[in-house]
């Protein structure tokens, strides 16, 4: 189950805008747009995106494993396909809708609502070790992205990441999932892959919805999605404005990444140990130190100093935000719970491009940008504490809501 969720969470990757990004200036190059147009087509797609998983996350907690994780495959697959064939910028906005809504979200919903909710009392390292496949991608995969465009252009590159998915990835999973028996054991946690078949999936949410320490937490939670989104969608003008070199910076993504993986481990452990709402306080301090450096600092170390504080929030993400929901809200209801998370997380990573590239345009330079997304990660620290503090209970269930 652990090399399931690694290996699903991987190949989102593909979907993440790390990888993505690398692509950008041949994109920009052979559609002939300006750095606004590609924003905000990537921006509508993924806001689209967002919407859609809101939709169709929560059949997790009605459809068998296997058969799930094969349709958001095939949808990846089709994202692939797309991108391969595009001419046009309506043809370029589906191809990101697909390969965000079945890479960027459900591949990792899918990995980490499954460790969550297999796991109970080693939740938080289980979901560290998935979310592993996130930096271990961001290690590998830039290098190839760029590999391949020189090799056979980026369009062609498209078709081998498609060929993947039925070469590698399905088998795998499939033969995975067989050795695991999912469908045949009862987890940890006490829950069994057809528990939730006959239930309703908006009491999650419902929920979720109605408890004030979420609405605190959330803008701490949408503050990595949105500068990274922004940050790497932009990242041309970025190292123009800062006078980063691209193999410095690529140099600086090998640190991220490593930094990312140790992070998610250590939280991992740190989670189990001292619970998730601990956690949830040191989410957002790395990164918004991180922009304040990127702001203050010249020279090459500036971009260093901001890699490596952007992966110890990321690599917090996974086991803090993974169990969190867990731990609150229970396992139950947790797809329904965790799609419309993943889905808001979404929507914070569509409105970045969009916003930085007006920014862009409009003539900000990226120190002032630096700073003011610092000042909103201020702002969203202040929120998350008082949000989740480890001595408040739970709120009730719907079921002890019926019983009183």
Same mark, same amino acid.
């Given at each position: ?33 300006? #750095? ?26 009605? %459809? ?46 899918? #990995?980490?609502? %499954? ?79 057809? @528990?939730?078949?006959?239930?309703? @999936? ?69 989670? @189990? ?20 450096? #990127? ?110």
């Amino acid at each position: 189950m652990l090399a399931f969720g690694f290996l699903t969470v991987f190949w989102g990757n593909f979907g993440q805008s790390f990888f993505v990004s690398w692509f950008g200036v041949s994109i920009q190059q052979g559609l002939g747009l300006t #750095a606004a147009a590609y924003g905000s087509a990537y921006s509508l797609a993924t806001l689209a995106s967002g919407m859609t998983i809101m939709l169709v996350g929560g059949l997790l907690d009605r %459809t068998p494993l296997r058969l799930f994780a094969t349709l958001v495959a095939l949808g990846l697959m089709s994202a692939a396909m797309t991108l391969a064939n595009v001419q046009t910028v309506a043809g370029l906005t589906i191809g990101f809708f697909l390969l965000r809504l079945f890479g960027q979200g459900l591949l990792p919903h899918t #990995a980490t609502t %499954t460790m969550a909710r297999y796991f109970a009392v080693n939740r938080g390292k289980a979901i560290s070790i998935a979310t592993s496949g996130v930096p271990v991608g961001e290690m590998l995969l830039p290098g190839l992205a760029v590999a391949l465009i020189a090799a056979i252009g980026w369009q062609n590159s498209w078709w081998v990441i498609a060929a993947g998915v039925p070469l590698l990835y399905l088998p795998l999973v499939w033969w995975l999932l067989h050795r695991a028996r999912y469908g045949q054991v009862r987890s940890e946690s006490g829950y069994h892959p057809g @528990d939730a078949t006959s239930r309703s @999936d908006g009491g999650g949410r419902r929920q979720l919805l109605a408890d004030r320490r979420f609405w605190l937490a959330l803008p701490g939670l949408m503050l990595g999605p949105f500068v990274l989104t922004g940050v790497f969608i932009h990242q041309g003008w970025f190292l123009a404005q800062k006078s980063w070199s691209p193999g410095w910076f690529a140099s600086c993504f090998v640190a991220y990444g490593v930094i990312h993986w140790l992070s998610s481990l250590v939280s991992g452990l740190l989670v @189990d140990r001292l619970g998730s709402p601990h956690m949830l306080r040191l989410y957002c301090l790395p990164m918004t130190l991180g922009l304040w450096l #990127a702001g203050w600092l010249g020279g090459d170390w500036a971009a260093m100093s901001m890699l490596i504080l952007f992966g110890i929030t990321i690599g917090f993400s996974g086991p803090i935000t993974g169990s969190l929901w867990a731990e609150i809200y229970g396992v139950e209801r947790l797809g329904s719970i965790r799609s419309l998370i993943t889905s808001l997380m979404v929507l914070a990573s569509s409105t970045s491009p969009v916003l930085l590239g007006f920014l862009i345009d409009s003539g900000w330079n990226a120190t002032r940008m630096f700073w003011a997304m610092g000042i909103y990660g201020v702002v969203a620290v202040g929120l998350i504490f008082r949000s989740y503090r480890p001595e408040e209970p739970a709120p009730a269930s719907e079921l002890e809501l019926e019983e009183r």
